[in-house]
């Protein structure tokens, strides 16, 4: 199994910046990930897809939307993954959920929310004008 706890959430103002941490645990996401990503959802809205990284390559994968704000990156060392989140805007507001392929599974379509099958709890994120 995957356990993953999402934290770093929190109130800011419109460009500010947050980082959000994911710690990882589980043999699975040790032994068998192929991706990770970090998606939000708003109130009334479809859960999207922000930021994902292919943990072999390394190759990283952005929604246009915050492509040169938003950066993704993983600590091998501490099961971390994280998503520095700069010049935030109030339509960044959302829950943030971090999630896994894992188990055998290969994303082909790193940002689509039905190839993730491990989910957090999610962390708030709201950005006020």
């Known amino acids: 199994q995957v356990l993953l706890v999402e934290s770093g959430g929190g109130s800011v103002q419109a460009g500010g910046s947050l980082r959000l941490s994911c710690a990882a645990s589980?043999?699975?996401?040790?032994?068998?990930?192929?991706?990770m990503g970090w998606f939000r959802q708003a109130p009334g809205k479809e859960r999207e897809g922000v930021a994902a990284?292919?943990?072999?390559?390394?190759?990283?994968r952005y929604a246009d939307s915050v492509k040169g704000r938003f950066t993704i990156s993983q600590d091998n060392a501490k099961n971390t993954l994280y998503l520095q989140m700069n010049s935030l805007k109030p339509e960044d507001t959302g829950m943030y959920y971090c999630?896994?392929?894992?188990?055998?599974?290969?994303?082909?379509?790193?940002?689509?929310?039905?190839?993730?099958?491990?989910w957090g709890q999610g962390t708030q994120v709201t950005v006020s004008s």
């Open positions: 999630a896994t392929v894992s188990g055998g599974r290969t994303a082909i379509q790193a940002l689509a929310v039905y190839e993730y099958n491990y």
């Open positions: 589980g043999y699975l996401y040790k032994t068998n990930t192929n991706c």
């Open positions: 990284m292919y943990t072999g390559s390394g190759s990283t």
